[in-house]
């Protein structure tokens, strides 16, 4: 069973930073992308950042310069180093990932189960 655990996250004052990590376990064959995602009521998820196996990464406009993701294939994480926050940056992070598990031949997307960022003004 694959899965993704994420840390991180919590309050923080607009112009500071925060940190969100997310590692990958189970049986599985390969992590072809991970990424943090974040979801706000009413709207639907979106990208925040991602990073495939070569350590190639984008970002969405509203992050870029700001964020930074960064992955470890030998330990499976992935980490979001948020710098400069916004107000708007508040939002429910997930971690996401496309993994081929032992059971198939194709990827599948997994997610992790949400932190909080709240970042006051």
């Known amino acids: 069973q694959v899965q993704l655990v994420e840390s991180g996250g919590g309050l923080v004052q607009a112009g500071g930073s925060v940190r969100l990590s997310c590692a990958a376990s189970?049986?599985?064959?390969?992590?072809?992308?991970m990424g943090w995602f974040r979801h706000d009521p009413g709207k639907q998820r979106e990208l925040v950042a991602r990073v495939n196996s070569a350590g190639e990464s984008s970002y969405a406009d509203s992050v870029r310069g700001r964020f930074t993701i960064s992955r470890d294939n030998a330990k499976k994480t992935v980490v979001l180093q948020m710098d400069r926050v916004k107000p708007e940056d508040t939002s429910l992070y997930y971690c996401g990932a496309d993994i081929t598990p032992r059971t198939s031949w194709h990827p599948q997307r997994y997610w992790g189960q949400g932190t909080q960022v709240t970042v006051s003004s």
């Open positions: 189970g049986d599985m064959l390969q992590i072809v992308m």
